[in-house]
């Protein structure tokens, strides 16, 4: 089963190189593969040190992942986003960067939402230290990965 | 399913480096040949050694481990599309070759992108321990990265960051126990490549 998500990049300290790793949040939930559920991901980098995530996974999985707040589920479902779950997923587009008017020139049609959020991603660096990553503003990806390439590894 | 690329060098030979020949140059510390295996060219420390031809943006690269698995919680990675043959630290996409402690090892396919880096997706479970004899190889074809161990595709990821020319090669992690043999790449047939990592395109509207 298919469903799509919001969630941000972690960092963790990877000791067998000494350095800082970045990883996707969704690492929460299929840390691995293969696993027993048959669950596996894979995403596309966004603004603000986050990530679009496309699943596939048992519903008993999605539904952990769906009540869970640092995820945000986006329901694509039908051809339009539906109306009760606009408002906190303009919240947290526009908190990340994204302009109100990009979203909203989408017309919340799922297909050009989905394909709105890899056009930009976020510039990142190491602290000096290196113990850090410093994610700066956002730049546009001209050669942006399409949603359709996610089916490489996530089939329908 | 073997590599497609053939090995380009099995260091059957006097022992020489770093780098291992003329055809490598040094791209952290160094790698060297010795006993007939490529090791680092000091215990401890990043060491990493590119194939120096610059080869275009499909392509892949290889590895077996030669007589000693990464230590528990060390590292061996094999490398592609690394921008600069001298700086193993520029951007690359490669696999990372881990021993955890107490666990089943791990593959992860990850990227480094100024100075960041990133695992794409999951971490790939083996199933058990890394052995000699195992071979790793990267191959990377257009926007999808794919880790193969001996023979068998285990894990593929989709990313854009990097689409040009590169080098491949490797890096050993603080790991004077481990070595490479047979380390192989080059580019990957384009038109097989094509066909058979085309997006799986849904019949919905993707």
Known sequence: MIQWYICSYASRFDSAVGELERFCMMQRYIPTVPNVDGADFDEVEIVGNHTLVKVNAPLALHSLIAVDPDFLFLPTGAAVIPQLVRTPIRDKLTALGYDLADIDATNWQVDALLNLLPKFVSEISLSLDKRSVIVGQRVRLLNAKTIAMMDTIVRG | ????????????????????????????????????????????????????????????????????????????????????????????????????????????????????????????DIGGEHAVGDQVWIRVEVSTITCFRNGVSQGVRTDTDLSGAGFIGLNYNGNANSDFDDFGGGPTPGIIASAQHRPALRSSRW
């Open chain 2, 1 to 124: 399913m073997p590599p497609a690329t053939p090995i380009l060098d099995n260091f059957n030979r006097a022992d020489e480096g770093p780098p291992p020949s003329a055809s490598w140059v040094n791209a952290l510390g160094g790698l060297k040949v010795s006993g007939n295996v490529c090791i680092a060219d000091t215990a401890g420390g990043s060491h990493a050694a590119s194939w120096n031809t610059l080869f275009p943006a499909n392509q892949e690269a290889f590895f077996s481990i030669a007589t000693a698995k990464p230590a528990d919680n060390t590292a061996t990675r094999v490398y592609a599309r690394l921008v600069t043959a001298t700086d193993v630290n520029s951007d690359r996409y490669f696999i990372h070759v881990i021993s955890i402690v107490a666990a089943n090892d791990q593959l992860r396919i990850q990227k480094r992108i100024a100075n960041v880096t990133t695992t794409l997706g999951a971490q790939i």
